[in-house]
């Protein structure tokens, strides 16, 4: 999969102090986190869902029913020591429908080129593909929040 954002771990803080922050307010699950359902409105005890593979750990975001808009992050935290950082990527579904909107973008600026291209038509493109790019940046900024408030928690 295609990491998009690398995040560097504060200085003050390891790789196993997050991995254990990380462990104490995340479910277990037993499969890859990408088809799994986050939306989880009772015991909201936990923050992440999460799994274990042999070279990292992968951890999702908890959401309510009223934030299944936004779409699937997938922390990808790697069991290394010596690691400084996690990665973040969107789980397939969003994935899927980011490449949808790239495609139909690519298309609008090909027929822009060729002189073929109706605002009119393309339009929904444009507007799908801001939306969605506004629904990540908050589930960006919500999902970082919640794992400084268990790396808080945790130190």
Same mark, same amino acid.
């Given at each position: ?29 037993? +499969?890859? *986190?990408? %088809? ?6 009772? $015991?909201?005890? !936990? =923050?992440? #869902?999460?799994?274990?593979? @042999? ?8 959401? +309510?029913? *009223?934030? %299944? ?6 922390? $990808?935290?790697? !069991? =290394?020591? #010596?690691?400084?950082?996690? @990665? ?10 980011? *490449? ?56």
């Amino acid at each position: 999969m295609l990491y998009f954002k690398t995040i560097t771990f504060p200085d003050d803080v390891t790789q196993h102090q997050i991995e254990t922050a990380l462990r104490k307010s995340a479910i277990k699950k037993t +499969t890859v *986190l990408d %088809f799994q359902k986050s939306v989880i409105d009772v $015991n909201r005890d !936990k =923050d992440f #869902l999460g799994f274990e593979s @042999k070279k990292s750990l992968s951890f999702t975001r908890t959401k +309510t029913s *009223l934030e %299944f808009m936004l779409p699937k992050l997938i922390i $990808n935290l790697p !069991k =290394d020591e #010596l690691a400084t950082s996690y @990665k973040i990527r969107l789980s397939a579904v969003p994935f899927t429908i980011c *490449l949808i909107l790239s495609m139909g973008i690519l298309t609008a600026f090909v027929g822009l080129l060729k002189g073929t291209y109706i605002f009119e038509e393309m339009s929904p493109v444009f507007v799908g593909a801001m939306l969605f790019f506004l629904l990540l940046m908050l589930e960006l900024k919500i999902t970082n929040a919640r794992i400084v408030k268990s790396i808080n928690n945790s130190v």
